[in-house]
Each structure stands twice: as structure tokens, then as C-alpha cells.
């Protein structure tokens, strides 16, 4: 069942109207300079307008800056089946491929920020458990800057499944872990499959007994490891790094 929610964010905002995947009406109460941009980028787009009163959108969204966009959000964000992904990797024969496996990160900020590091160091696919992850779409477009709108995702009910697929289809998988091999001493060009376990108790015990191996990040710190979000920018940067470099 979808339910309407709405975006308030300006990135969040112009990101899903650029996409193209439905949504509308734009409400707006008031429009400053960088409003007006985004009502003049919805207007180009087809996008709905609605003009309503301040206090009206507060009610709606109230975290909004003078403009909101309804989307309606079936708490997913599926964009295509694993199995499709499968088969097109299959297909096309592609050498290199990337992608992340989150094992319940349930704070809607970090999936929103690894989302963001996905769109920046071109993750093919992101993998997560259905109905049990991060969910708040409003806050997770926010937190992505918007790159909720561009990363495909896949939804499973079974994330020890779709990492043995993975591996039948010719992916490497490595579970991020504070005492893994330091990343950079690690060959990752090629198909690969990275595990981000939760913000408290990491990978699951089913999904490490899985994985190939594990990859670190060497750190001098005095605290125990890094933010998850953080973790996944620098190891999906040291892929990206090797793969161009």
C-alpha cells in the first residue's frame, strides 16, 4: 500500500522531479530565490503546483522551507528484482560490478548518507532486506542529498540467498570489518559484493560465515570504529580508486 509523504529538502526536491519517477503536486507557500528555481524546474517537468498557506504546509511538513513535494511511498524504493540484476550482468557479459549488502541499518540518516556515497562512487546495486531496514523516505531523499532518486536498489527477504546468488553469478564478497585486511592491500577490481553490517552489531553471523573475506579500514583512533556511513564512503572510494587508478 503507498502512503503520501513529502520532500523538503531543495536536493531532495529537484533530485526526484529530475528523475522522472512520479510525483506531485509541488505545494508552496512562499518562494524564495532558491524555491523559485525549483518551482520553475517542476513547472518544465509538468509538475503540479498547488499554492497554499504557511501555517496549512507546516501542518503537512514541518521541517519544510516554503515548498514541498507529495510523493507517494510504498516504504521500498525497490527499483529492480535481484534476480533482473542477475540476469543482466549474465547478459552483458560485465567484468566489473559493484554491490553493497546492508545488513539492518535501521537509522534512516546513515542508509540516506550511504546512499549518497553510492551515487558518488558508482555502486551498481544496493541489496537490503525488505521491510526491515531504513524506511523514513523523506528523511532518507534529505540525507542523500537526493540520491535515493538515482541509486538502484533491490529489496530480499533473504539476504544469505541473494549473497549466494551473487557468488554463483561470479562475485567476490567481503564483509566490512575493524579487523579485516587493511583495504588498500586487497585486489577489489572485478565483480564484488560489500556487506555493511547494523550500527550496533555489525554483519550477522549467517551473512560473515558467507563472505569471501574480510576488508578493513586502518584507523589510529582512540574509539572503537567509524560511523557506518563513514566506513562505506571509505571503502567504496578505495574500490572506485582501484578500479580507475
Given at each position: 500500500?503507498?502512503?503520501?509523504?513529502?520532500?523538503?529538502?531543495?536536493?531532495?526536491?529537484?533530485?526526484?522531479?529530475?528523475?522522472?519517477?512520479l510525483?506531485?503536486?509541488?505545494?508552496v507557500?512562499?518562494?524564495?530565490?532558491?524555491a523559485?528555481?525549483?518551482?520553475?524546474?517542476?513547472?518544465n517537468?509538468?509538475?503540479?503546483?498547488?499554492?497554499?498557506?504557511?501555517?496549512?504546509?507546516?501542518?503537512?511538513?514541518?521541517?519544510?522551507?516554503?515548498?514541498?513535494?507529495?510523493?507517494?511511498?510504498?516504504?521500498?524504493?525497490?527499483e529492480?528484482?535481484?534476480?533482473?540484476?542477475?540476469?543482466n550482468m549474465?547478459?552483458s557479459?560485465?567484468?566489473?560490478?559493484?554491490?553493497l549488502?546492508?545488513?539492518?541499518i535501521?537509522d534512516p540518516?546513515?542508509?540516506?548518507?550511504?546512499?549518497?556515497?553510492?551515487?558518488?562512487?558508482?555502486?551498481?546495486l544496493?541489496?537490503s532486506?525488505?521491510?526491515?531496514?531504513?524506511?523514513?523516505?523523506?528523511?532518507?531523499s534529505?540525507?542523500?542529498?537526493?540520491?535515493?532518486?538515482?541509486?538502484?536498489?533491490?529489496?530480499?527477504?533473504?539476504?544469505?540467498?541473494?549473497?549466494?546468488?551473487?557468488?554463483?553469478?561470479?562475485?567476490?564478497?567481503?564483509?566490512?570489518?575493524?579487523?579485516?585486511?587493511?583495504?588498500?592491500?586487497?585486489?577489489?577490481?572485478?565483480?564484488?559484493?560489500l556487506?555493511?553490517?547494523?550500527e550496533?552489531?555489525?554483519?550477522?553471523?549467517?551473512?560473515l560465515?558467507?563472505?569471501?573475506g574480510?576488508?578493513?579500514?586502518?584507523?589510529?583512533?582512540?574509539i572503537?570504529s567509524l560511523?557506518?556511513s563513514?566506513?562505506?564512503?571509505?571503502?567504496?572510494?578505495?574500490?572506485?580508486?582501484?578500479r580507475i587508478?
Amino acid at each position: 500500500m503507498f502512503k503520501v509523504t513529502y520532500l523538503t529538502g531543495f536536493h531532495a526536491i529537484e533530485e526526484r522531479i529530475k528523475s522522472g519517477r512520479l510525483c506531485g503536486p509541488l505545494l508552496v507557500a512562499k518562494a524564495g530565490p532558491r524555491a523559485k528555481e525549483i518551482v520553475t524546474l517542476a513547472v518544465n517537468n509538468k509538475i503540479r503546483l498547488e499554492r497554499t498557506g504557511t501555517f496549512d504546509l507546516d501542518g503537512l511538513a514541518p521541517d519544510n522551507r516554503g515548498i514541498a513535494l507529495q510523493i507517494e511511498d510504498d516504504g521500498s524504493h525497490t527499483e529492480i528484482s535481484l534476480e533482473s540484476f542477475i540476469t543482466n550482468m549474465e547478459n552483458s557479459q560485465q567484468q566489473n560490478a559493484l554491490v553493497l549488502i546492508l545488513d539492518e541499518i535501521t537509522d534512516p540518516h546513515n542508509y540516506g548518507a550511504i546512499l549518497r556515497c553510492c551515487d558518488q562512487f558508482g555502486v551498481d546495486l544496493v541489496v537490503s532486506r525488505n521491510r526491515r531496514n531504513a524506511k523514513h523516505a523523506s528523511v532518507i531523499s534529505s540525507t542523500s542529498a537526493g540520491a535515493v532518486s538515482w541509486v538502484t536498489q533491490a529489496e530480499t527477504p533473504n539476504l544469505v540467498r541473494a549473497i549466494e546468488d551473487l557468488k554463483e553469478c561470479g562475485f567476490w564478497i567481503y564483509g566490512a570489518d575493524m579487523d579485516g585486511e587493511a583495504a588498500y592491500k586487497m585486489d577489489l577490481k572485478g565483480k564484488i559484493g560489500l556487506v555493511l553490517g547494523s550500527e550496533g552489531s555489525g554483519i550477522s553471523r549467517l551473512l560473515l560465515e558467507k563472505c569471501d573475506g574480510l576488508i578493513g579500514i586502518p584507523s589510529c583512533g582512540k574509539i572503537d570504529s567509524l560511523n557506518v556511513s563513514v566506513a562505506a564512503g571509505v571503502l567504496l572510494y578505495e574500490i572506485q580508486r582501484q578500479r580507475i587508478g
